[in-house]
């Protein structure tokens, strides 16, 4: 089995933020928009 590298740009593809699952499931964070919510992933 051979794995491919990935550079530069193409790394790119794979990159995420962490948002933490509460903030779309609890109740609480409902009246959040999800732009916020990502926003937040985003900068935590």
């Not at 509460?22 to 992933?41: N, P, Q």
């Amino acid at each position: 089995m051979t794995l491919d590298y990935f550079y530069a740009d193409q790394a790119e593809q794979f990159s995420f933020y962490r948002i933490p699952k509460v903030l779309f499931t609890d109740e609480r964070f409902r009246s959040i928009s999800a732009e916020a919510k990502v926003l937040y992933g985003k900068e935590a």
